[in-house]
């Protein structure tokens, strides 16, 4: 005897078969096989796009002695200082303005709807191009700005990118100019599904104004407001553009965030790991924020 | 319509999967004679031109075909990279950047190409073949990794009418470095007097972007006696004290300039070609930037500035050092490489025999308007180098490939690559252009970042 009892093979036979009836879900014979049919290419495209992408990514940046090095780089607490700075300013600012503007949209009449035409260009525009664009209009020399503020006033601006707080301005002001449109809409559109019903009742109450807003309107689009709020921070968490095309993370590598920071790293140094690793590093802040923002979807299904 | 079983799809499945394996042969043969070959896109037109025309001519000439991707500088390089890390690659690349050949040698990711090189050695300049070398840390040896194709120097690019409008002559300008430069310091302030007031006297690329500033500040050094920062032997010399001083006064004299406002403020965060817009807008009276692009760019657009206005020096009359030396010019050179994992390396090895051939490799070159410059001296004799009507070609040849020449340095060490990456010296001429840093004490900080660079690559 081999050391295995006929009641031990017994069990794991059971024990296969009930995970094996588990995983078929209570299908049998061709409808298992269909099931399977249908199931393989959705189940190829999650590995292939999704899944090895990231565990891709992860073993890239697997190697603690990559983050040893990316912390002794000069330029890496800066641009994580960057980081905070460009997200807190970037989505809240953002945020706040696209809310009261939605409130604005809301005003009946044509001349709102022509205004909010011409107000969601900059969203529709090419980012790249407006943003190379905005590059060579801040220029000290020969930028637009200078030259219209030496035009008009005589006041010789400054030179916007070649210092790091105004450079970083430039860069936080043009991303709010771009997607501010954008999340006016979003916002918009969760007002409009406030039922009229709730807001003729608030107003015969006399919760108009101001109080309509506070009372009535922002209550039910919080829920909405949060989770644009955090989609917001993720998508901005990995924006590349606005920074690359306004400061170029310039001057002197001081205006970089993390997402441009791994770029360089990657392309510029010749260390995609070291790049894998740079935007590794906001993994702590956004994995609390997928997780709060699953747990928000979960729980406000049946809400605004 | 035909009734679909469970036994027909698998039938069908199954005789999909038998189709697709029988065609493989086919792909196989047709790789046998392909090559894939990817090429960073040329400033102007005619350098595709002329690379698509080196392409053809092989193609008829072997019958072989080469799949070619012309892409721009940027996503090529970042391509390459990706390509290289994931290792699905093509069979022949540029090296672009160029230092990719020494980190990439490093770690023993190219083909060895010493029987290619060895088919037109005795053509190439000395030079080239050094920069053509990699040392692989595997092997612990050097190899030659690449196949010198083309090259550039910083020359110097002036505006003869600024010059001219500030009441002085290209004739005056003196021949030693810091009496050189200061020249325009005067021109500047002269222009100043006149009411210009948005022309600077200087175009340094005192940025953290792109590779120009780097060339600056190495031109710099070894003008001023740092030429041992590296020696061939891949050793970093900073205890040299003529190494120390030449940095100290080589980042004092960049960071002074754009302190003292012969810079245009604007340059601090300058990238690959901003330098070249700001030139052709005057705002500058001369800028220090490599290869020819600055002059070629405008050629058909404003001959009368490609002929007449725009003075290139080289050598002679690029500045003598201090003592009235000539200072060697640091060449870049492109370089085709062949990455291991290739999958036809024999028709990529043949491609590159037959482009370095002098005729073929000295036509591309020339068709490509002498944006580049040749890398086999014979090539420089040839009538559109020497052509007396081209105020700037026989300077930029002389300068680039008969005068005196050293190769940059991370062909000594790779480790030179990311402290030019890194822009360890932009960093350094910035802290005294605009943070008010001692040059002592920036040259210091960034020798420190220098060290650690080359902790990481040991050789010998």
Redesign the interface.
């Known amino acids: 005897m081999n050391g295995v009892s006929v009641a031990e093979v017994d069990r794991s036979s059971v024990r296969w078969r009930a995970l094996s009836r588990s995983l078929r879900g209570g299908l049998k014979g061709a409808e298992y096989t269909w099931s399977l049919a249908f199931v393989v290419p959705y189940l190829a495209v999650f590995v292939t796009f999704v899944a090895y992408p990231v565990v891709y990514g992860l073993w890239m940046g697997s190697e603690p002695s990559l983050y040893r090095e990316l912390f002794r780089d000069p330029i890496y607490e800066r641009t994580v200082v960057n980081t905070v700075l460009y997200l807190a300013l970037g989505v809240n600012v953002k945020m706040f303005l696209a809310l009261l503007l939605s409130g604005f949209f809301m005003r009946p009449g044509r001349w709102t709807k022509v205004m909010l035409l011409i107000f969601v260009l900059p969203w529709a525009v090419p980012q790249i191009s407006t943003f190379i664009s905005i590059h060579w209009m801040l220029n000290g020399e020969w930028g637009f700005l200078n030259n219209a503020l030496y035009k008009l006033f005589h006041i010789e601006g400054p030179s916007w990118l070649n210092d790091r707080w105004t450079a970083l301005g430039a860069v936080i002001v043009s991303h709010i100019w771009k997607w501010t449109p954008f999340w006016t809409l979003i916002l918009l559109a969760g007002r409009m599904a406030i039922p009229l019903e709730i807001r003729d009742t608030a107003r015969v109450d006399g919760a108009t104004g101001v109080r309509g807003f506070v009372h009535i309107t922002f209550p039910l689009l919080a829920n909405l407001y949060l989770i644009c709020t955090l989609l917001s921070t993720i998508f901005l968490l990995g924006d590349f553009n606005a920074v690359y095309f306004v400061s170029g993370g310039g001057p002197a590598n001081s205006t970089h965030v993390l997402a441009t920071l791994g770029i360089r790293d990657a392309f510029d140094i010749a260390q995609p790991r070291l790049g894998v690793a740079a935007v590794m590093s906001a993994l702590p802040l956004v994995i609390p924020l997928v997780i709060v923002l699953m747990r928000k979807l979960r729980t406000t299904e049946v809400q605004l | 319509m035909a009734h679909l079983t469970?036994r027909s799809?698998l039938r069908g499945s199954a005789a999909l999967g038998a189709a697709q394996a029988l065609g493989f042969p086919h792909v196989a043969k047709a790789a046998a004679t392909t090559a894939t070959m990817w090429f960073s896109q040329g400033f102007v037109q005619d350098e595709d031109v002329a690379l698509r025309k080196a392409v053809a001519d092989y193609e008829k000439a072997s019958g072989n075909k080469i799949e070619l991707s012309v892409i721009p500088f940027a996503p090529e390089?970042?391509k390459i990279?990706?390509a290289i890390?994931s290792g699905v690659v093509p069979d022949i690349v540029d090296s672009n950047?160029g230092?990719?050949l020494q980190?990439?040698g490093w770690q023993d990711k190219w083909v060895d190409v010493s029987d290619v090189v060895e088919s037109q050695k005795g053509q190439f300049s000395e030079t080239a073949l050094q920069a053509a070398q990699a040392y692989n840390s595997v092997i612990k040896k050097r190899e030659f990794y690449g196949v010198p194709l083309r090259a550039a120097v910083v020359p110097c690019h002036i505006w003869r009418s600024l010059v001219e409008k500030a009441g002085l002559k290209i004739e005056d300008i003196p021949k030693t470095w810091d009496a050189y430069f200061d020249f325009f310091k005067k021109v500047q302030d002269n222009l100043r007097k006149q009411g210009e007031r948005?022309v600077y006297g200087l175009g340094f690329q005192v940025?953290?972007?792109g590779v120009d500033p780097y060339n600056l500040f190495m031109a710099f050094l070894v003008a001023y006696g740092g030429q041992d920062i590296v020696t061939k032997d891949g050793k970093l010399h900073l205890d040299d004290p003529k190494v120390k001083q030449a940095a100290t006064k080589a980042v004092a004299y960049i960071g002074g300039a754009y302190k003292d406002g012969y810079v245009?403020?604007?340059a601090?965060?300058w990238?690959d070609a901003d330098d070249n817009n700001?030139f052709h807008?005057k705002?500058m009276v001369m800028d220090v930037d490599g290869t020819l692009s600055t002059e070629v760019a405008v050629k058909e657009k404003h001959p009368e500035w490609y002929y007449k206005e725009i003075v290139t020096h080289g050598v002679p009359g690029y500045p003598n050092d201090n003592a009235g030396k000539p200072v060697p010019s640091i060449v870049g050179y492109t370089n085709g490489l062949i990455p291991k994992g290739a999958k036809n390396v024999a028709v990529a090895k043949e491609f590159l025999k037959y482009f370095i051939q002098p005729k073929v490799i000295g036509e591309f070159v020339e068709l490509g308007l002498g944006r580049w410059l040749p890398v086999m001296p014979s090539l420089a004799k040839s009538p559109f180098w020497q052509n007396p009507k081209d105020p700037h070609l026989k300077g930029y040849v002389q300068q680039g490939l008969l005068g005196p020449t050293i190769p940059d340095y991370y062909v000594f060490n790779p480790a030179m690559?990311?402290v030019r990456?890194?822009?360890v010296w932009?960093?350094a001429m910035?802290?005294v252009a605009?943070e008010g840093m001692k040059p002592e004490a920036a040259v210091e900080k960034a020798l420190k970042?220098m060290q650690?660079m080359f902790a990481k690559y040991p050789i010998g």
Request: net charge positive; proline share 8%; hydrophobic share 35%.
């Open positions: 469970r799809v390089r970042q990279i990706s890390t950047p230092e990719i980190l990439y948005k940025t953290a972007l245009p403020p604007s601090i965060n990238n700001a807008a705002l690559a990311e990456n890194q822009q932009s960093v910035i802290d605009k970042r650690e």
